[in-house]
């Protein structure tokens, strides 16, 4: 296969010995109370950080909940007309849902799940996110909990949070950030008798920085009026001692969004925080980053005990003329041991200012945009640098509110030059996710040329070589048993200066239901389901196997494994390192 010749080439110097070399799979500990485990973040000692998501066993508040009110029963007349269309009979009744089955019946469970989720823009009912922080050792996967608490409606944490780990410092400080938890309290609307019940929260975002010994610094922003807004996306450890981390925060909120609050929240229909929270759903920028404030790009400094001696903009595209009221917002992702830091912004086109944004870097106060954008739909990220000041991002277009054609791309700040990374073929959408030291890109590309679902595989590239290798072709033909190897490298997420590859796999597993029990079809037999699961890839040497063809044209040997077609397409943005999603 092509791939196996260039991987050949690309590898030879790895190992130090003329056989180019291959990699060693190992799978790393999933969270055993959740579907999905990845990682989105390494460092050099290989201590590793990720999320897991579709937590089982999520816990459902019926105590504020009218069961004659015509929403439930009509949701519940839905799911059982759909059930008796496949000849089966629904197991609970709403009186059991009253009763508490929603704990012990996983088929109440999921109904009830769907039931809040399409009622999630209601500030009347309960909030629930199934997205845990993960530390990940040898052995296990350990939940690391951000800004949740401990109910005081049911056993447990709220799982009304966002969770997101970002990344690690080479001593092993994390940074990341999440949101408050949610809260039940009663509130009368003006003109009415009766209470209602309403959940609440805080604010929508906090960076955070989290010890080795586990202690959590909270990053505030600098403007926390109505909540205020906060992200921890990276960190590096300084040479003269203490930290640098980066992201964004909220230095002001709009003027109009102001007028809009002052028109929608005064507390007469609803209490003040749920109004708050109303208005930053409803405004959020293209990359979903909430619109409701101004964010810039932020760096805080902590010393050596971890205290915050300091907090500064460090950029933005534009700067809002006296006649403009337009939103303008840039974003960190990454920074180096040098102090740059690279990430996006929005920026004139044409001197206009554009609602999309451009990738670029973060130095001395000032972003510089590195696009050479020549359409205004044209937009863009870095998303990481390396310590000879190598950014890597990805250009695209948006067009019909969607991206089209995202392609890789390297730019030396050295020499000022912008160059396209490879794909697997003209026309595959490619994701960056990361750069080393020694030049080596890892991330993931589409490996289908037809199809509105293609599918994606993990890539790795050297800077300045004319193709990128499919890292799956470096992974053995068949197991040790000698069946069809069970893993397939969705995303290359993280490659360290050994050029070990941290990456997200795909493997078909036993099926679980909401409650975490095996699931069995109708002639109880087990039922399967391809998940998403972390692996390191450890470079060895060896000679890259030749494995058969598939009998379709492709880019990538194909695993033996049936996987969930849908899964290999996802771009899996929602939890990828320093990303926040364009959309």
Not at 195 to 213: A, H, L, Q
Not at 258 to 277: F, M, S
Not at 296 to 301: D, F, G, S
Not at 514 to 528: M, N, P, T, W
Request: charge should be negative.
């Amino acid at each position: 296969m092509k791939h196996t010749l260039i991987a050949a080439g690309i590898f030879a110097g790895l190992s130090g010995q003329t056989l180019a070399a291959t990699y060693q799979l190992t799978e790393l500990p999933r969270h055993e109370g959740s579907v999905y485990s990845i990682v989105s973040d390494a460092n050099e000692g290989g201590q590793i950080i990720g999320t897991a998501s579709n937590l089982f066993n999520l816990p459902i508040d019926v105590s504020y909940i009218d069961f004659d009110d015509s929403r439930i029963k009509n949701a519940y007349e839905t799911e059982k007309a759909r059930v008796e269309r496949i000849d089966e009979t629904i197991t609970f009744t709403l009186e059991d849902i009253k009763n508490g089955a929603a704990k012990t019946n996983p088929d109440a469970n999921s109904f009830m799940l769907n039931f809040l989720g399409s009622l999630g823009g209601s500030a009347e009912y309960q909030k629930l996110s199934d997205r845990i922080g993960v530390a990940y050792s040898s052995s296990f996967a350990d939940e690391q909990v951000l800004f949740d608490e401990q109910s005081v409606d049911y056993d447990g944490l709220t799982r009304s949070v966002s969770n997101y780990l970002t990344a690690i410092s080479d001593d092993g400080v994390v940074v990341g950030w999440g949101s408050a938890p949610f809260t039940k309290t009663q509130f009368t609307p003006k003109d009415e008798n009766e209470e209602k019940t309403f959940f609440v929260r805080d604010w929508s975002n906090r960076g955070i920085v989290i010890t080795p010994s586990a202690t959590k610094v909270m990053l505030d922003p600098p403007f926390t009026q109505h909540g205020g807004a906060s992200i921890a996306t990276d960190i590096k450890r300084l040479a003269s001692g203490g930290y640098r981390v980066v992201g964004y925060a909220s230095v002001g909120i709009i003027e109009r969004r102001q007028e809009d609050y002052d028109d929608r929240c005064k507390g007469e229909t609803a209490p003040i925080k749920a109004c708050v929270w109303a208005e930053e759903r409803r405004t959020v920028n293209i990359d979903g980053s909430p619109s409701f404030y101004d964010l810039r790009a932020y760096q805080w400094t902590l010393d050596d005990n971890f205290v915050v001696t300091d907090g500064k903009e460090i950029g933005v595209g534009a700067v809002r003329k006296d006649d403009e009221t337009n939103n303008i917002y840039s974003i960190a992702m990454a920074t180096n041991n040098n102090g740059v830091a690279v990430g996006y912004s929005i920026a004139r086109y044409e001197d206009d200012i554009n609602s999309l944004v451009v990738p670029g870097y973060f130095k001395d106060g000032q972003f510089t945009d590195i696009s050479e954008r020549d359409r205004w739909y044209k937009t863009g990220k870095a998303v990481d640098i390396n310590d000879s000041n190598i950014i890597v991002g990805y250009r695209a277009e948006y067009i019909n509110r969607a991206l089209r054609d995202a392609t890789g791309f390297y730019y030396d700040m050295n020499s000022n030059e912008i160059s396209d990374i490879p794909t697997y073929f003209t026309g595959s959408e490619t994701v960056i996710n990361d750069i080393n030291n020694t030049g080596y890109v890892v991330g993931q590309g589409e490996i289908e040329k037809s199809g509105t679902n293609r599918r994606r595989e993990g890539f790795i590239y050297k800077v300045g070589d004319e193709s990128i290798v499919n890292i799956n072709s470096l992974l053995p033909c068949k197991d040790a048993s000698g069946e069809d190897y069970p893993y397939t490298i969705a995303e290359a997420v993280k490659i360290t200066d050994s050029n070990h590859i941290y990456a997200i796999a795909v493997k078909t597993v036993e099926r679980r239901d909401r409650l975490g029990g095996i699931e069995k079809d109708s002639k109880g037999e087990i039922e399967f389901e391809s998940v998403t699961l972390p692996v390191l890839l450890t470079p060895i040497s060896g000679e890259v196997e030749n494995c058969p063809p598939p009998e379709a044209e492709s880019y990538e040997r194909q695993s033996g494994s049936i996987f969930t077609f849908a899964l290999f397409a996802m771009p899996l943005l929602w939890l990828r390192r320093r990303k926040l999603q364009l959309r």
